[in-house]
């Protein structure tokens, strides 16, 4: 049986993870009005990404025997200056996230939780995986600069991305 504690950290999780894909939705909704539909392909992954992420604590509460607690979900920001602030922002919400995990991970072990704690690490696995690939499109980004060339290359690049 999961303790009360784990419980109300795993359901404050999968709200944050769908904070996420409502920001990353909300990005999208940005890059298609600059005309970026690569960008926003490549957002609304991450927005699917996020909901799968969501429905995985969700399957592990019940599945312990627990109680899913949703709650409502803030709005995120609509209007950004850039996609290279689009990015940005994204790779500094993803450490978030990561510092999130990481004090899950911790509450686990400290509640001696053994399957949760196999469940988290699959998640710090995850964050790793989360944070390199926003990081690599802000460096192909800051590559690219002002060239508008390469700005439609770099979208096409992220319109061919088919899953992760
Ligand atoms: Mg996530």
Same mark, same amino acid.
């Given at each position: 049986?999961?303790? /009360? $504690?784990? =419980? *109300?950290?795993?359901?404050? =999780? ?22 970026? +539909?690569?960008?926003? /392909? ?10 799968? /992420?969501? %429905?995985?604590?969700? !399957?592990?509460?019940? !599945?312990?025997? +627990? ?7 803030? =709005? ?9 602030? &689009? ?14 995990? *990481?004090?899950?991970?911790? %509450?686990?072990? *400290? ?6 704690? &196999? ?5 710090? !696995?995850?964050? &790793?995986?989360?944070? $390199? ?6 460096? /192909?980004?800051?590559? &690219?600069?002002?060239? +508008? ?6 979208? @096409?690049?992220?319109?061919?991305? @088919?899953?992760?």
């Amino acid at each position: 049986m999961l303790s /009360h $504690k784990l =419980q *109300d950290a795993l359901n404050e =999780q999968i709200n944050s993870e769908f904070y996420s894909a409502h920001l990353y939705l909300s990005m999208a909704a940005y890059c298609d009005t600059l005309s970026l +539909g690569g960008f926003s /392909h490549w957002l609304k992954l991450q927005y699917s990404e996020e909901l799968s /992420h969501a %429905l995985k604590l969700f !399957d592990f509460i019940t !599945d312990r025997g +627990g109680r899913v607690v949703l709650q409502s979900i803030d =709005q995120p920001p609509i209007e950004f200056e850039s996609v290279i602030a &689009v990015m940005q922002m994204a790779l500094e919400h993803e450490r978030k996230v990561t510092a999130m995990i *990481d004090s899950l991970y911790e %509450l686990a072990l *400290d509640e001696r939780d053994y399957s949760a704690h &196999v469940l988290l690490e699959w998640f710090v !696995d995850e964050q &790793v995986e989360e944070e $390199k690939s926003v990081a690599e499109v802000i460096s /192909h980004l800051e590559m &690219v600069g002002e060239d +508008g060339t390469g700005l439609l290359i770099l979208d @096409s690049r992220l319109g061919a991305r @088919s899953s992760e």
